[in-house]
T-cell receptor, first 115, second 113 residues
């Protein structure tokens, strides 16, 4: 199993550009989430999903869109990149509560710089 | 706003010593989890403790949970240089609402050989 795969690992965008951060998991996990990590701020939840077709907003959703058309994939779209979105982005997945609570598996992150 | 506050923000110890990190949170929870992050890497799950548990062990890790004080601690015994990393607590509020971990700001642990 590959676990949680994030692509790309690094990206530089110009202000106003759009892009999609990809996240895929091969563990048949129902729950998936996107976080951003900024220095001194810890991880903050952007969007999350409890299953295919179901998404919801986290703490800092503005400027980001998500969709969950399959169990495996949970892409994060930046609509119009701003310098404030410069951050490291992590995708995570976990089993649903029905299968018992467990820890989350994290991807290795995407380091995004917006200039 | 973030759920957890971690203390201390940074901790430096010698190899072989014990390291204790504390986490406080604001709301009721279903479970609390601890994660490790090595520099420039993703987070790795260490241990999960449920709200009806008071203590849990995993190898050299010992986690306690006091729901009356809304606090948890992570103890790493006989620390090694390889334990150098940032450690985060994360709370999971609801049994049936997944994907919504709320993280603290982390403790940066440095273990000197």
């Amino acid at each position: 199993n590959a676990g949680v795969t994030q692509t790309p690992k690094f990206q530089v965008l110009k202000t106003g550009q759009s892009m999609t951060l990809q996240c895929a998991q091969d563990m048949n996990h129902e729950y998936m989430s996107w976080y951003r990590q900024d220095p001194g701020m810890g991880l903050r939840l952007i969007h999350y999903s409890v299953g295919a077709g179901i998404t919801d907003q986290g703490e800092v959703p503005n400027g980001y869109n998500v969709s969950r058309s399959t169990t495996e994939d949970f892409p994060l779209r930046l609509l119009s990149a701003a310098p404030s979105q410069t951050s490291v982005y992590f995708c995570a997945s976990s089993y649903s509560s029905r299968r018992g609570k467990s820890g989350y598996t994290f991807g290795s992150g995407t380091r995004l710089t917006v200039v | 706003s973030q759920q957890g506050e971690e203390d201390p923000q940074a901790l430096s110890i010698q190899e072989g010593e014990n390291a204790t990190m504390n986490c406080s949170y604001k709301t009721s929870i279903n479970n609390l989890q601890w994660y490790r992050q090595n520099s420039g890497r993703g987070l790795v799950h260490l241990i999960l403790i449920r709200s009806n548990e008071r203590e849990k062990h995993s190898g050299r890790l010992r986690v306690t949970l006091d729901t009356s004080k809304k606090s948890s601690s992570l103890l790493i015994t006989a620390s090694r240089a390889a334990d150098t990393a940032s450690y985060f607590c994360a709370t999971d509020r609801y049994y049936n609402q997944g994907g919504k971990l709320i993280f603290g700001q982390g403790t940066e642990l440095s273990v000197k050989p």
